[in-house]
């Protein structure tokens, strides 16, 4: 099973488990990060949109992601400019899944 989140302006697809690389977050005690955005869910009675459900992670590690560089150029105007890039990031792992009073967590 796994869960559609919106965080940070993307969606994710996250399942029990799954250690994902989402925009800075602010963790909470512990490292714990809930997120309560849920677009959709997939279980058993295949996709569903629910209306009480959260996905819940521990923030592992934060960092910032690889340079990317912003060029602008206009053609026979003499100009350019070089921008650089790095975006922040929360890796999270994903702990459990809460859906209409259910858990689904991760195998340990």
Known sequence: ?????RTGGKQYR???GDVVKVETVAAGENGAVEFADV?????????TQP????????????GRA??????????????????GHRQDYSQV????????GNTYSAAK
């Open 93 to 100: 792992r994903i702990d459990s899944i809460q859906v209409d």
């Open 1 to 5: 099973m796994y869960a559609v989140i």
């Open 66 to 83: 690889p340079k990317i560089l912003v060029f602008h150029y206009k053609r026979k105007k003499q100009y350019k400019k070089m921008q």
């Open 14 to 16: 996250v399942a029990p």
């Open 51 to 62: 209306e009480s459900a959260k996905v819940v992670g521990t923030v592992l590690n934060e």
């Open 39 to 47: 677009l959709a869910f997939s279980g058993e009675n295949g996709i």
